[in-house]
C-alpha cells in the first residue's frame, strides 16, 4: 500500500510503488489536470508542488514521494477559495494566457513555485525558473501574468 497525501486528502493505493506519480493522480485518483505531455520530463505539462516546489511528475516514483504533500491544479485554490481564486490563475486569466490550454496547469504550477521563493521577481528569474514548453508560443503573457500574480499576492 502507498499512502498518498494530495490537495489535503489522504489516499491509501494498492500501487506498485516504481508506478509514477502521474499515473497515480491521473489513472487511480482522477486528478486530470495533471497532463502526459513528452513522458520524458521535458515539456512541463505534468508538473505538481511537492511541498511548495515544482516537479515533474512524469519523472518521481510514488516510492519518491514518501510522506511529501503533493498540489495538482485543482488543490491550488487556496482553503475555502474558489477554484481559479489563487492569484496565479486570476492573473492568468486576467492575461489571458492560455491560447489551446494543454500546457497551463504546468505552467501555473511553475510560476507558483517560483514565486514561493521570489515573492517579486525579475523577468530574467522568471525566464530561467519557467522552463516548461508552450507550443502556442505564449511567453510574454506568461511572464505578464507572473508579475501581475506577484502584485496581487503583495496586496
Known amino acids: 500500500m ?3 497525501t494530495v490537495n489535503g486528502q489522504t489516499h491509501s493505493l ?6 509514477p ?3 497515480a ?3 487511480e ?3 486530470t489536470g495533471t497532463k502526459f505531455g513528452c513522458g520524458i520530463g521535458q515539456c512541463g505539462a505534468c508538473m505538481v508542488l511537492m511541498n511548495g516546489a515544482a516537479l515533474r511528475s512524469c519523472l518521481i516514483s510514488l516510492a519518491d514521494v514518501g510522506n511529501s504533500p503533493i498540489t495538482t491544479i485543482e488543490g491550488l485554490a487556496p482553503p475555502g477559495g474558489e477554484p481559479g481564486s489563487h492569484p496565479v490563475q486570476r492573473a492568468w486569466i486576467e492575461h489571458d494566457v492560455p491560447q489551446c490550454g494543454y500546457c497551463q496547469s504546468g505552467q501555473i504550477l511553475a510560476a507558483v ?5 521570489a515573492p517579486d521577481p525579475s523577468d530574467q528569474q522568471i525566464d530561467a525558473a519557467m522552463g516548461n514548453i508552450c507550443r502556442c508560443g505564449t511567453y510574454p503573457r506568461i511572464r505578464a501574468a507572473i ?3 506577484a ?3 503583495r496586496g
Not at 494498492?14 to 508506478?19: A, F, I, T
Not at 513555485?113 to 521563493?117: D, G, P, T, V, Y
Open 21 to 23: 506519480l502521474l499515473w
Open 113 to 117: 513555485s517560483l514565486l514561493n521563493w
Open 147 to 149: 508579475q501581475r500574480a
Open 151 to 153: 502584485a496581487l499576492a
Open 14 to 19: 494498492d500501487l506498485e510503488p516504481e508506478m
Open 2 to 4: 502507498i499512502t498518498l
Open 25 to 27: 493522480l491521473r489513472d
Open 29 to 31: 485518483l482522477g486528478l
